[in-house]
């Protein structure tokens, strides 16, 4: 292949894999006797351009999920452009760096990537004022990211924090506390890591039985934490292929 694609091959490429995506986790949702219905699909765009996100907007998808704060803002105005009367709904997945709360506090749906208080209270100090400037509405919901093997370089929170961390977080006016998200540790067995993900999110709801959502599989792991009770899973890969934006 040369170039790149046309609009209409990539409408079609995206297509296909989509139908493919959700194939899997239907496979999954059957295997794990659970409907579909409670499993989300947050399509991870972060290394495809607006127009992509575009497409994937008008094939009927609702929720993308970003991981650099910049890249992500850009990308929420150009698709507003490209897709006018769409509401797409922007979950930011990476590790989010304090000094840019501000940047996503206007457009951001929910932060899976809470893993310390002071980002909390970056983020609550951001939301607050965002609302008071009528730049967006309400508070913001948020996941803490767990970390299976409590390795601090690859972001998240280890089990000895998880309960602090939750009580900080919801004493906050600006944030609400959603549920968890964990990301396997490469090469660590996905079934071992997905069965302690779940063992941490059922502790975080017995003392905050509103925080239900599990955010938990990837293109390769999906069908593993959706068997594990994931309620969302964050699919890049298998949607919308190794296509990367220059960097900048
Ligand atoms: C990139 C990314 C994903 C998607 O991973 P794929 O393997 O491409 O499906 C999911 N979650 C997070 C936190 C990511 O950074």
Redesign the pocket.
């Given at each position: 292949m040369s170039g790149r694609p046309t609009t209409d091959e990539r409408r079609e490429d995206l297509i296909r894999r989509l139908a493919r995506v959700r194939e899997a986790i239907a496979r999954a949702c059957a295997a794990a006797g659970r409907d579909v219905a409670e499993v989300d699909l947050l399509a991870?765009t972060?290394t495809i351009p607006a127009a992509d996100v575009a497409i994937l907007v008008e094939l009927g998808l609702t929720d993308f999920?970003e991981?650099r704060a910049q890249e992500a803002a850009e990308k929420v105005g150009e698709v507003a452009r490209l897709a006018p009367g769409a509401a797409p709904r922007w979950f930011f997945?990476?590790g989010l760096q304090r000094n840019k709360a501000r940047v996503v506090a206007p457009w951001v749906t929910r932060v899976?990537?809470v893993d310390s208080a002071r980002l909390a209270d970056a983020l609550d100090t951001q939301v607050r004022r965002a609302v008071e400037q009528g730049e967006r509405e309400g508070p913001l919901p948020v996941l803490l990211q767990y970390s299976v093997d409590g390795d601090p370089a690859r972001g998240g929170v280890a089990r000895d924090g998880l309960a602090a961390l939750a009580a900080h977080v919801s004493g906050l006016d600006g944030l609400r506390l959603d549920g968890l998200?964990a990301?396997a540790p490469l090469g660590a067995d996905p079934d071992r890591a997905f069965a302690d993900v779940a063992a941490a999110a059922s502790a975080l709801r017995d003392d905050h039985p509103s925080a239900r959502v599990l955010s938990a599989g990837?293109?390769?792991d999906l069908d593993v934490a959706i068997r594990h009770g994931s309620t969302c899973v964050?699919?890049?890969?298998?949607?919308v292929g190794e296509r990367r934006l220059a960097s900048r």
């Open positions: 991870v972060k999920g991981n997945v990476g899976e990537s998200m990301v990837m293109s390769g964050r699919v890049g890969t298998a949607l």
